[in-house]
């Protein structure tokens, strides 16, 4: 079965991407069409979604699902006009908060509405050029302004994991690759002793470290299995002796590695 | 007046955190106290949310208010002895979804669940190694890869817009820094010309790219505000000279600078 789904925003469009993906990947069953419009914040771009979402039904013979977060009266009402069936976000919840809160909201008095920071903006911009000054092991004499350290063997998902916490949550986090030197004195080196209580560990089942390496370097005796095999093994055994706490990567994307991490090293995420 | 707000889940939190901070973005009037919790996937941990929530009920003296995707039917019912008030996201939009798709969701099964990608996973991740290896200009030879070039003066907000386009959408997106002498000969250098459909310029206000400078290098020719309007000035020349695309990012989140180019480059995201 097949059926279209609109995310439709007057803004980015994040928040009804977001928890319109939530809802639908519970159904399992139906295979979706996805379609972001952010930006539609004028009657004249609604009626031409209408278009859009009209042509959508009648090629799938099915309604498709509309997640929208519009603000403007105006232009929800042209929306309704469409054949798709409504998951009116915003419609749905302000309602009841606005009577529990005892406040009106902005939302009826049809202010548009920004995206919400997790954090200052200046943070998180910061955040990013450190995780990136910071990245593989470049330089280690700034960390102590680190508020976590990623280690583990080249390649197991240390760089996107630190930019994510840092563009999303303003966190600042460095990243160490872990080298066979090390693992074979199963010692943490110098730079990383120091700052031991900021350390986290990533780890990786070795046939999928093996395919990532192999698209860097084929046929290496860095991308060999053995290599792997060796490799993370001996880290995960420097993570024990050390007491270094750790998560394997293998299965996670990397919004659950991030948050697993912050939530097991207690990293309050700094939520504005 | 204060509030406490907790965003629940069994999982990261992400999408009960991005839909809660929009409807709360629409009280301005009053102060929340926000608190992400993920991983609520027992009943045990449910029953510490219960002790954390009816505190601040009595810290408060009013309701927190409580943001819940938890899947599992016995944890929310946990939850639900708190003193919140209950937005249960989930239960609110899937029983009509399930109507209308005509297919039981996993969720009426109690499959737990988990974040949705925009894309797949290895594309994100060679996204964000290509927005490292050709970020500040350092290459300039892998550009036959890139989805996009975003061009523009130093510090005005290229890089963190290229790894957010990165992480979240896969996009392979590189960024090379105008100087002085791209300014003075209003010309564009060499590698970008035969990429030009690819490039999409950011501007900034100068104060704003002063304040920022200013914290690098302070007191430098660098971060005068003379230099940093020159600068501004030629570059917004430059692009309307070449007629390449371009915004001004003072005033809007890496979410939404992002949202604006691929939009205005007609670039879809790749949603899965």
Chains 1, 2 share one sequence.
Do not use: W
Not at 54 to 75: G, L, M, S, W, Y
Not at 106 to 132: E, F, L
Not at 195 to 221: A, C, M, V, Y
Request: with cysteine; aromatic share 8%; net charge negative.
């Amino acid at each position: 079965m097949k059926r279209t789904a609109f995310f439709i925003s007057d803004g980015t469009g994040i928040t009804a991407e977001t928890l319109g993906q939530s809802l639908l990947a519970q159904f399992e069953n139906i295979q979706f069409s996805k379609l972001l419009r952010p930006y539609v914040d004028t009657v004249e771009k609604a009626r031409d979604m209408v278009q859009q979402i009209n042509a959508a039904a009648e090629k799938d013979a099915a309604r498709p699902i509309i997640f929208d977060t519009v603000v403007n009266d105006e232009i929800r009402r042209e929306l309704a006009k469409s054949q798709g069936y409504m998951i009116d976000i915003f419609s749905t919840f302000l309602a009841p908060l606005e009577q529990e809160l005892g406040d009106g909201s902005s939302y009826s008095v049809g202010k548009t509405h920004s995206i919400q920071h997790n954090t200052h903006y200046k943070d998180r911009i910061d955040a990013v050029h450190y995780a990136m000054d910071n990245d593989d092991g470049a330089r280690t004499h700034h960390y102590a302004q680190a508020d976590i350290i990623l280690v583990g063997v080249s390649r197991c998902g240390k760089t996107p994991s630190c930019l994510y916490m840092a563009l999303q949550y303003g966190i600042r986090a460095a990243n160490y690759p872990l080298t066979e030197d090390d693992m074979e004195r199963l010692q943490l080196p110098k730079a990383l002793k120091e700052h031991k209580h900021k350390l986290f560990g990533l780890t990786i089942d070795p046939d999928r470290l093996q395919g990532i390496r192999n698209e860097r370097r084929p046929n290496s005796r860095y991308s060999s299995f053995a290599q792997c095999e060796f490799e993370v093994r001996e880290v995960e055994n420097l993570f024990r002796k050390e007491n270094i706490p750790y998560i394997n990567s293998t299965h996670f994307s990397v919004e659950e590695i991030s948050a697993k991490i912050l939530m097991q090293m207690g990293i309050e995420r700094r939520l504005k």
